[in-house]
């Protein structure tokens, strides 16, 4: 057995490469959020053979200063946090300081950028994992970054990866989520040189209909739930429309696509009740909360978020939903809009088991009272829907009566517990009599 012994930097990085870059969908995803954190207005993306030969990202962003140019293909050197204080409040896309270091431990990488007030732009390359020194070049503005060969210095890993076409797919759709959550920016997406779509930069609601199709525009409807330090915009499909997998969910939180199962569970609920339980809503949500309330300093990829107060947020969540889906089945409060909050921008009422601090999936005691605690919560009462169901009933059933709770109940008599015969069991001889006959002797 060997003794410990510290291990090469180009395996260090290669190690943190595959927590971080698992396929080229991940390497767009981390260099996009880059220019997205650097302000881009444009952001150009043109992949050859699904982004597993070339891998090239052109935005028109703040730059990179020719004395950062090393330092940005460095790891754990980043220039959006500098504190944990920072960390707890961090708003930018990325804060880890390792995209790009990993990138250049598994691929060939070359960074070219022009900064805000410099003459001319400069341009470093890298190949496993060690950088050349900079050199002059010519760029108008921003940072352009191209990836080739993914893998090409770590063949277990490349054999992993799928076919172009599957490979490109991943890729689109981790731009579409990055699209959908920044409609300020254009996008542009190119495939072996052939326009795949452009989106200029627009409104939210315009971007959403231009990335989900014009099918979820005629059956969507938006949304806007303010309450207190927490807020739940972007639009959702009607029950009468709705998809065979969940192909069509986005769920943001704080401008950063995440898949949280707490989220997941509040959205289930609030559909639970008028979409069969083999059909997925589509949607594309964003959650909005103080940044420390939740922790996005979770997973590698930053797909995955704790909150504070995982219980108050689940409630706000599937109130909100469950009373714009309520809102859209008729009534009066249908004419008013599609918000499912007031003017006032609170719910009404507030179920006292939800009034603490203290909350299940992250939640702790003595923690800030923000959100949730300081806002009663609770979805207007579906009568209308009730309405509906009283009307198609026969005339000769008993009215709706308001019961326990303030829900419409009707009182109507069960009927008598169905009884069952018997359960009958065969006689031993007739099981004899049909069990397979015996082969003779001779």
Known sequence: MSGIHLLPDLLISQIAAGEVIERPAAALKEIVENSLDAGAGEVRVDLEEGGIRLL?????????????LPLALARHATSKIGSLEELERVASLGFRGEALASIAAVARLTLTSRASGEAHAWVIAAQDG?????????????????????????????KFLKTPATEYGHCEEALRRLALAHPETAFELRHNAKVVWRVPAQDGAARILALLGEAFGQAARSLDAPAGDLRLSGMLSLPAYSRAGADSQYLYVNGRFVRDKLLNHAVREAYRDVLHHQRFPAYALFLELPPEGVDVNVHPAKTEVRFRQGQAVHQFVFHALQQALGRQRGGPEAEAGVSPVPAGGRFEGLDSRFRGNEASGGGHAGAPAWGQTRMPLRAAEPAAYYQMVSNALADDTPPLKKGAGGFLRRQMSLPRPMTFPPRLRPSPNLVASTSSPKTPTA
């Open 56 to 68: 090239r990202v052109a935005d028109d962003g703040a730059g990179i200063a020719p004395d950062d």
């Open 130 to 158: 060690r950088a050349q020194p900079p050199e002059p070049a010519a760029l108008a503005r921003g940072t352009v970054v191209e990836v080739r060969d993914l893998f090409f210095n770590t063949p277990a890993r490349r």
